[in-house]
């Protein structure tokens, strides 16, 4: 496939990798440690940014992450991450993290987050990547959305750098 041609969100996501939770992974209130849960998802980022791009990628921006409920011992977590958006060199990936009870069956929404990776050539310099192509009403509404949270970060990033700015 010529490096130019959209690809389908659906070629690079993940869809319900499975972690299981042990006793390691606990905090001090006895739930799943969150740090553990914001690298995961960085890890599984990386792997939906590398395969939608065909090139290294690192981390550009992690942003809008929202811990919704807790994740205990014994649950299994299930996670759920997707290209949102591309520009340039650069790629939005959402995060959705839930927790399944492996006993009862009941599954508990834990997480959601944003990541923006940014593809690199042989020289360590940003390159341009294939544009995304939604498939789904889905799709497309995270789509448009990325597009409203690339314009917050980067009103707020002028904004700060408008007030830093030494005349």
């Known amino acids: 496939m010529p490096a130019n041609t959209p690809k389908p969100v659906a070629a690079s996501a993940i869809d319900k990798h499975v ?71 650069s790629m939005e990936i959402g995060a959705r993290v839930e927790a399944e009870n492996s006993y009862t069956g009941e599954v508990r929404h834990i997480l959601s987050a944003y990541f923006t990776f940014v593809a690199l050539d042989e020289d360590g310099k940003p390159t341009q990547v294939p544009d995304v192509l939604p498939e789904t009403g889905e799709q497309e509404r995270r789509h448009a959305d990325a597009g409203i949270r690339r314009e917050a970060r980067l009103a707020m990033r002028n904004q700060i750098a408008d007030k830093n700015r030494v005349v």
Not at 53 to 78: E, M
């Open 19 to 89: 972690y299981k939770v042990f006793p390691n992974d606990m905090n001090a209130q006895n739930t799943v440690f969150g740090g553990m849960i914001m690298a995961k998802c960085d890890r599984l980022a990386l792997v939906v940014a590398e395969r939608h791009s065909a090139s290294v990628c690192v981390t550009a921006a992690v942003d809008s992450i929202h811990f919704r409920a807790p994740a205990k011992g014994n649950d299994t977590l299930l996670f759920n991450l997707s290209l949102n958006r591309n520009w340039g060199s």
